[in-house]
């Protein structure tokens, strides 16, 4: 008789997938067992392998929701407007706050891109290429002159916008100094006055 998915499997995944992120995080992905995340996680080591075969299924999944989920907050940004530049700062609004609790999630991203299987960072690597070339349009669509003139721009000035917006979980505390939406802002204005200045 074949074995049926209770109820909360979904939830429970989920509940794994968060708490082995923070644990990857926190402890490093290469010094962290199996053993130790099940503690972690509160539950036995058998019922994570119910879930998932080893650590690098678990990484995977981590991984690869967390950029699909990204992707879709990207997707969804309406961008058809005739300001550009307003387009501009919704996205980077939306991106910033979709960062929001994935702090984890965010770190162990590297992790993955160094020890998963090929096919599986391909997968992971395309989803972050759709990411860039949504933010890539819409930079072009602000200076769209520049970058017919200098197209190798274009890519560097993309990639410093994920950049300023990627490390903020490093220095950002919440309650001190500025707040999500006001260095969302910050950031728009930066790269909003650093690409007409180019």
Same mark, same amino acid.
């Given at each position: 008789?074949?074995?049926?998915?209770?109820?909360?499997?979904?939830?429970?995944?989920? =509940? !794994? &997938?968060?708490?082995?992120?923070?644990?990857? $995080? +926190?402890?490093?992905?290469?010094?962290?067992? #199996?053993?130790? @995340?099940?503690?972690?996680?509160?539950?036995?080591?058998?019922?994570?392998?119910?879930?998932?075969?080893?650590?690098?299924?678990?990484?995977?999944?981590?991984?690869?929701?967390?950029?699909?989920?990204?992707?879709?907050?990207?997707?969804?940004?309406?961008?058809?407007?005739?300001?550009?530049?307003?387009?501009?700062?919704?996205?980077?609004? =939306? !991106? &910033?706050?979709?960062?929001?609790?994935?702090? $984890? +999630?965010?770190?162990?991203?590297?992790?993955? #891109?160094?020890? @998963?299987?090929?096919?599986?960072?391909?997968?992971?690597?395309?989803?972050?290429?759709?990411?860039?070339?949504?933010?890539?349009?819409?930079?072009?669509?602000?200076?769209?002159?520049?970058?017919?003139?200098?197209?190798?721009?274009?890519?560097?000035?993309?990639?410093?916008?994920?950049?300023?917006?990627?490390?903020?979980?490093?220095?950002?505390?919440?309650?001190?100094?500025?707040?999500?939406?006001?260095?969302?802002?910050?950031?728009?204005?930066?790269?909003?006055?650093?690409?007409?200045?180019?």
């Amino acid at each position: 008789m074949a074995r049926t998915v209770a109820r909360d499997h979904a939830q429970k995944r989920q =509940a !794994i &997938l968060k708490t082995a992120a923070r644990f990857f $995080a +926190e402890n490093g992905y290469d010094r962290s067992s #199996m053993n130790q @995340l099940s503690e972690a996680c509160g539950i036995s080591k058998a019922l994570i392998y119910h879930y998932y075969n080893g650590k690098e299924a678990l990484l995977f999944d981590i991984v690869k929701n967390h950029l699909e989920s990204l992707l879709g907050v990207m997707q969804a940004v309406d961008r058809s407007g005739p300001d550009a530049e307003e387009n501009l700062r919704t996205l980077i609004h =939306a !991106i &910033l706050d979709a960062y929001r609790d994935a702090d $984890a +999630e965010h770190q162990v991203q590297n992790a993955a #891109m160094t020890v @998963l299987p090929a096919s599986e960072r391909s997968y992971l690597a395309n989803l972050q290429q759709q990411m860039v070339a949504i933010a890539a349009d819409t930079l072009a669509s602000v200076t769209p002159g520049l970058y017919e003139t200098s197209p190798k721009r274009l890519r560097p000035v993309t990639m410093s916008m994920f950049g300023m917006l990627n490390w903020f979980y490093m220095w950002h505390r919440k309650g001190k100094g500025i707040s999500r939406q006001e260095y969302a802002d910050l950031v728009a204005d930066l790269m909003l006055k650093g690409v007409r200045g180019l």
